[in-house]
């Protein structure tokens, strides 16, 4: 029999991965990274007002790129036994779409609206909403938000919807229905034209707009017309059923198959956010915690439905069977930014060099432009080395990482971060590792939130760029957390996780979990907490709790 193999494509919020492997070995035969054109040059975005959206021609353009890349580092044989696609994305990323599903920005009059294009994950342009969304909730007969850990977010699908249609009058007449990213994708590859056609995802519904099963899916139009008239009629345009990603959504176009290079009858998975499926990829286990770091984290926990019976977990992202893993209810956690903080920090020190000399083209600019470009990639790595040599106990610096707001535990993206204890005599790096150990101290939060609603956690599992680039970061959070964290090796562990769910949409596996012990990389390395600082940053995690209360007080 021939080998067959299947495609992980992983949506980023800067770029697209896709991963070719051998769907019964895990082999990596093809990898391939494209970068969205139009985001890089923070098109349609405004970070003053927290505003970030993505044009779907990335997306399109991107797909292509990145999966004919792949392609080509494999040979005929590879790429006429492609059998599945699964894909996964950011969210709740939502779009405006007509009643084809095609986003409203693919049309003239709308291609450069940022109201008609996707409305990334981290876009905070619908605090209002979100808040309104949890008064109407705790008043209702029903709260709609239990399942969600009972505060809504910004970040999620209805507070988005409801902040463009009131936002903006012409997309609010021409949008017919709404879709996330994570089902237009594979709608897009299986060549639907019909919105109603398109299977939705268990993850994406659940987790981010109040769908359960116990009200028969989405909230009831009643509920939505009290918290905004612009929302009538919606409902009937959207869902009720959803669908696991070891369902297919269909068979890949014609069009799709010729534009990519790939065989006709290749299966298309129903998709999924990207810290589910890489969580899958990292090999996630009953009762531990899935962290994927990067700009933000993402911390997954499954549970056996039986275990976890009625229990709900208050002030997390969700709780919804088989978002992670299908026949499990998967645990949803986060930081609104974790790496960002560091990103934020790192430019705060090059704001000189990147705005002082800039009108002229003398040699000084130049060499200044270059010792810019140099920093930008190495200042971090410096910052953790000095960091190194900063004591905790010592040291006065005391900070709060909500710099984009606080996804859990209890969602409230109108916080602001906070750095105390300065002095004349603090300096970078000593900020730097306040910022890092703040951010350690958000990871306990989370993992102190399920123990308390009685959800134990066994272990940490890291994954993502922080988790494989930053040992100073990861060691810093073993040692908050006083919990041994395991890294896993592959590079890709969301585009794995992808793959992963492509080999069972294909039958090669019967399961995610024979898809992950055959296709599974294991483990590259385990940060074992130091007893000497876990004791140093009990004291210090009661300082950052207390500091937090103060600075929710103060909004």
Known sequence: MNNKYVIGLDYGTDSLRALIVNAHTGEEKGTAVSHYKRWKKNAYCDASKNRFRQHPLDYIESLEEAVKAALFQTDEEVANNIVAISIDTTGSTPVAVDKSGAPLAMHSEFANNPNAMFILWKDHTAVAEAREINELARSWEVDYTKYEGGIYSSEWFWAKIMHVLREDEKVREAAYSW???CDWLPALLTGVNDVSQIKRSRCAAGHKAMWHPDWNGLPPEEFLTKLDPVLSGLRKNLYDETYTSDVAAGTIS????KRLGLPENVMVGVGAFDAHLGAVGGEIKPYYLSKVMGTSTCDMVVAPKEELGDKLVKGICGQVDGSVIPGMIGLEAGQSAFGDVYAWFKDLLLWPLKNVFTNNN????????KVTEELDNSLIDQLSKAATNVDPEESSVLAIDWLNGRRTPDANQELTGAITGLTL???APAIFR???????FGSKKIVDRFKEEGVRIDGVIGLGGVAKKSPFVMQIVADVLNMPIQVARHEQTCALG????????ASVHPDFISAQKALGNGFEKEYQPRPEFAEKYKYLYEKYCDLGKKIEQMH
């Open 498 to 505: 992808s793959a992963m769910a492509a080999s069972v949409v």
């Open 434 to 440: 306040a910022l890092v150990e703040a951010t350690a």
């Open 254 to 257: 014609k069009e799709w198959a």
């Open 425 to 427: 005599g603090t300096n």
């Open 179 to 181: 879709v996330e990213h």
């Open 362 to 369: 003398s040699e000084l600019t130049k060499t200044i432009q």
